[in-house]
């Protein structure tokens, strides 16, 4: 092959090796290669090197041009890409055979001008180690200015682009300019100054430093800290896959994404960026699956590509009071070198692409993000905080990739525009529950008795998609199996089961009888309470020796097990201590506002409040003033945006319903006393109907002619997950009676299974069917159950991209075949197959008044297609039938067609993308014939001939009504496109 067909068939994976590291280190080198080889000339450099244009696009750019000049410059930018692409990269492209040898040309320049060009290379290398003596020489000479300078030394340039941009500067000031940059080389050549070639390999110290980083990244993350208070757990035990997702739709991924291609490019959205978001709910596992990015980098199994990897946790960084440096937040929070600070630290700067950060938990930083305090330099001392924000918006160590968890609230428009992607960790997948919950219980009897029970119970099943959940849960098992009838359905019993299950280990239960364990502990109760309530108004979760000593928290409870030491704190002389889990934090701090006498009247309102502080963006102060404690005012100093504490005091808040529900109030008559329980009950209830009509009275007025349709507001599925946890249906009923919608939308709204069955337990009250549009959730077949008792009031139920099986689908069909109302049904992108035909056509069978049917992009064949004709030659209602993008061929397509002719209902029918072919078309074109109703056929891509369109065009003389078939990217030639259309103009093409 030439070297000019190969750059043309190479073009992506050659796009991305000069790219995907982020740094445009490797695209400026072999510019420079080409500059120095004489194949592209100065002109055509400035062309490609605009500022601020798009790293991807640059180098797109420079494929284009060097296809333009032809064979041989293709050749030199293979050999150009084959000298400067790391091994591992080479190796994926074939270059072998194409490239063309690079000359090293003859130093017989006539002009330095020119010497400076066809050296370059060299000469980038040579100038790294003497920037500052160069740009000085430059200045005295009287050919720089101070402007020049600064541009030429901007931080976030690395120093080889310093270098290019020095080069670059010299060639406008002319040749006298270019003789005082080669004379000064020369000169210092001569001094004894070697060249810096050994930049680009690590000095010895550096790799001794590495080998320290790693071994203490090991060492932190090899053990999974919340298992600490009963045993230890290994993370290469227990670690169980979570599901991944890019925010963003991308046609380059199909099917989750695995670990290695979070830090990778794919499904990149801002090239420009450094940084990678991994946002999920609280306990979807963010800090766990960093924690096995850092193990699997410390023992040399995954991301490779990077030689230091520096993990933080903002929850630390918050305790840092000092102005560091960047290099100081490097040894100081991560690992310490043993010597040659400076040279390290160097090497980090010159090769930033070779360098990730992880910054867990981004909620939790004490300050919301701002891009507003710019800092470029690394030496320079600034809070940490300040430090943090501009690493991430790449202003500080531009090149450097870092990978930053949040909770998905906590991520506001000025974060997700410095952010080259966006993951979404959902939890555990249903096999991904079964894979943890065996590993959980080395003895396989045990793990299955789990699952069982877990599989009778679907609620509780919905609730173990959040790893968090799933870990109370097969940590409680005796409790869970020994519950019966009584296991739980809320994520509040789900707690009570672990704060009971904790108590007992301390001191198991003999005499005290049902009500005793609570009642036993209940001084420890009431201490960590407090201690909860006062660090979740002021985003605290590390407590020292005197925080505990203030809330009166003793050894013994410490003993108990909820609070764990933590660990890497920076003052090594006091300890200091967090909960097992920042929900459990929520938990406690819940416990203590139901529990406590002396919380202010207005705490309860207040706190149901925070989502409307969010949604008016005031600040968080209402809450804080609530809380009683001077000493915890003293300490929360800074002036923290409510979005950053909203996630926290919304589970806080969910839990004081679950605990204020009519099944738990029972524990707390011996605590305190009835009425102030009934009083915070109805604080509670007046809170959650407040929050409700608040949404409701916010919904628009409908445009004539359209129905009128609510978007869920953020809060809105929060909300009802209070009023499930409160598990009233006074409650639920009364909100939806005020609910006057013809359609809900709850699109992109991280729904799971644990939604779905608080929004079936709200909207079974609903006076009115509505549409019920849940598309681009995470619902799942476990979702799609946990759906069904709302299901007799939806007409249409729209569950576009959510994970469902056939086996859902079972489940959802048995009971819509009952449901009087439901009569529309979008299941496109999931993962269905032939099996689910079955129950659709069951489903026509027995309903004679269903409209709607549309199962798009889905794996269903002309098998299929036979299986759900069956039912369709019953249905006198169908009025669209959708099943484009799947596999339905020609055999499919004639028994739809077998079925539908005679259709006195059906307006609408597509079966793109399907490959129906002629034969298929031909059939079809029997419905055209026959039917009386049918309007639009839809038949694009399908590999259909002149033969199938004439057939159509035969069936079409026969029809008035049918307004249009579409049949555009068939196999036709333009002239056949053209003949046809004059024929028959409702053909589309
Ligand atoms: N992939 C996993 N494999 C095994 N256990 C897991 C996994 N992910 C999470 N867990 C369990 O769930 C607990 C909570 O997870 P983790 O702390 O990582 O969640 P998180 O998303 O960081 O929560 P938060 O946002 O509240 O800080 C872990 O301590 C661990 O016990």
């Known amino acids: 092959m030439f070297a000019h067909e190969l750059v043309l068939k190479e073009r992506g994976e050659i796009l991305q090796a000069l790219c995907s590291s982020g740094s445009a280190e490797h695209l400026e080198r072999v510019l420079d290669i080409l500059l120095s080889q004489e194949e592209l000339i100065w002109e055509d450099y400035q062309d490609i090197q605009v500022p601020g244009r798009a790293l991807y696009t640059k180098a797109r750019q420079l494929l284009d041009l060097v296809s333009t000049k032809g064979v041989d410059t293709c050749a030199v930018f293979l050999a150009a890409l084959k000298q400067v692409l790391p091994d591992a990269q080479r190796r994926d492209l074939s270059l072998s055979g194409c490239c063309a040898n690079l000359i090293d040309k003859e130093q017989s320049q006539i002009t330095c001008t020119q010497t400076l060009l066809t050296q370059r290379p060299s000469i980038v290398s040579k100038l790294q180690g003497c920037i500052d003596g160069t740009l000085e020489a430059l200045a005295v000479s009287g050919h720089f200015t101070s402007e020049d300078y600064d541009e030429v030394r901007l931080p976030i340039h690395t120093p080889s682009q310093q270098a290019r941009r020095l080069l670059d500067h010299v060639r406008s000031k002319g040749e006298s300019a270019a003789e005082v940059v080669l004379n000064y080389i020369q000169q210092r050549q001569e001094s004894g100054f070697p060249l810096t070639q050994e930049q680009l390999t690590p000095p010895k110290e550096f790799l001794k430093y590495q080998k320290k980083l790693s071994s203490s990244v090991s060492a932190q993350s090899c053990f999974l800290s919340n298992y600490g208070g009963t045993s230890h757990m290994s993370l290469d035990d227990i670690y169980t896959e979570g599901q991944l997702e890019l925010a963003h739709d ?19 959205v ?44 903002c929850r630390r960084l918050n305790s840092e009071q000092r102005e560091l440096s960047v290099q100081d937040l490097l040894f100081q929070h991560c690992c310490w070198p043993d010597r040659e600070q400076e040279e390290i630290f160097q090497f980090v700067l010159d090769h930033p692409h070779l360098v990730l950060f992880t910054f867990d938990g981004l909620d939790e930083l004490k300050q919301s993000f701002s891009d507003e305090h710019r800092l470029c330099c690394p030496t320079q001392c600034a809070p940490v905080h300040i430090l943090l924000f501009n690493l991430i918006q790449g202003s500080l160590m531009k090149g450097v990739r870092k990978v930053v968890t949040s909770r998905p609230e906590a991520v506001g428009p000025l974060l997700k525009k410095h952010l080259c ?25 045990v793990a299955d008795k789990v699952l069982e029970s877990l599989h009778t119970n679907n609620a509780l099943l919905g609730l173990c998609h959040s790893p968090v959940l799933c870990w109370i849960v097969s940590q409680c098992h005796k409790e869970l199996l020994g519950c019966g009838q009584g296991s739980p359905q809320t994520i509040t019993d789900v707690y009570l089961m672990i704060l009971q299950h904790f108590l007992q280990h301390q001191r198991p239960l003999q005499s005290t009888g049902a009500l005793g364990w609570l009642q036993e502990h209940l001084q420890m109760v009431f201490h960590l309470g407090k201690l909860a309530f006062e660090g979740i108004g002021s985003s605290c979760y590390i407590f020292s020796d005197t925080d505990l000593e203030t809330c009166g928290v003793t050894e013994n409870d410490i003993c108990v097990g909820f609070l764990i030491q933590s ?3 920076p003052s090594a002389h006091s300890k200091h201590y967090e909960f097992l889990h920042v929900t459990m934090q929520c938990f406690f701090a819940a416990l203590h506002i139901v529990l406590s006498n002396n919380t202010d009247r207005s705490t309860i309102p207040n706190l149901f409040e925070t989502q409307d502080m969010k949604e008016t963006s005031l600040s968080g102060t209402c809450f804080r003033a609530c809380l009683s404690s001077n000493s915890q005012q003293e300490k929360a100093p800074t002036s923290k945006a409510t979005a950053f504490e909203t996630p926290n005091l919304q589970i806080t808040a969910t839990f004081v319903s679950g605990l204020l529900s009519g099944h738990h109030r029972s524990l707390w008559l011996h605590c305190c006393s009835t009425a102030m329980i009934e009083k915070k009950v109805r604080q509670v209830a007046r809170c959650l109907s407040k929050g409700m009509q608040k949404h409701f009275k916010s919904i628009p007025q409908p445009v004539e002619g359209e129905k009128k349709s609510m978007h869920a507001m953020p809060g809105f599925v929060w909300l009802i997950k209070c009023i499930y946890e409160m598990q009233e249906s006074r409650i639920a009923k009364d909100a939806m009676s005020k609910l006057e919608v013809d359609h ?17 337990f709200v909207l079974q009250h609903l006076r009115n069917a509505v549409g019920l549009q849940l598309d681009n959730n995470s619902v799942g077949d476990v979702g799609v159950e946990q759906l069904l008792p709302c299901l007799h009031v939806c007409n249409s139920l729209y569950l576009r991209n959510n994970n469902i099986s056939d086996e859902g689908i079972r489940k959802l069909i048995a009971k ?8 529309k049904i979008a299941l496109f992108n999931n993962k269905l197959t032939d099996a689910c035909t079955l129950h659709f056509s069951s489903l026509l069978k027995a309903k004679q008044d269903f409209l709607s049917l549309k199962l798009g992009n889905n794996n269903i064949t002309s098998e299929g297609a036979k299986q759900l004709a069956e039912g ?17 061929r020609d055999e499919g397509a004639e028994a739809l067609a077998g079925a539908l002719e005679h259709s006195k209902s059906l307006l609408w029918l597509s079966l793109v993308g399907n490959g129906v072919g002629s034969a298929g078309a031909c ?60 024929l028959e103009p409702r053909l589309i093409f």
């Not at 809900?744 to 079936?760: F, M, Q, S």
């Not at 819509?816 to 439901?822: P, S, V, Y």
């Not at 369709?872 to 339905?888: A, R």
């Open 923 to 982: 059939a079809l074109a029997n419905i055209i014939k026959h039917s009386t109703s049918v309007e639009e056929l839809w038949l694009t891509e399908n590999c259909i001939t002149r033969t199938g369109v004439e057939c159509l065009i035969q069936a079409l003389k026969h029809n008035t009504h049918v307004k249009s078939v579409w049949l555009r990217n068939n196999d036709l030639s333009l002239q056949e496109v053209e003949e046809m259309t004059q």
């Open 816 to 823: 819509g075949i009952q449901c009087e109302n439901f009569r």
């Open 270 to 313: 801002n090239e420009d960026a450094d940084t990678v978001l991994v946002s999920g709910e609280a306990g979807s596992g963010k800090s766990t699956l960093l924690q096995r990015l850092h193990l699997l980098w410390a023992r040399g199994s995954a991301l490779q590509d990077f030689l230091l990897l520096f993990p933080f946790s």
């Open 250 to 268: 991308c046609a380059d991924i199909q099917g989750p994404l695995g670990l290695e291609e979070i830090v990778g490019m794919v499904g990149t």
């Open 567 to 569: 660990k890497d704190m």
């Open 421 to 445: 992607k966006e993951i979404l960790l959902k939890g555990f997948s249903p096999s991904g529950i079964d894979c943890f919950v065996k590993k959980h219980h080395t003895d396989p009897m």
């Open 872 to 888: 369709l030659k019953f249905s006198h209602s169908l009025q669209h039938l959708g099943l484009w993008g799947n596999k339905i």
């Open 744 to 760: 809900l939308k709850l699109t992109y709204c991280n729904i799971g299974p644990v939604e779905c069955t608080a929004l079936a």
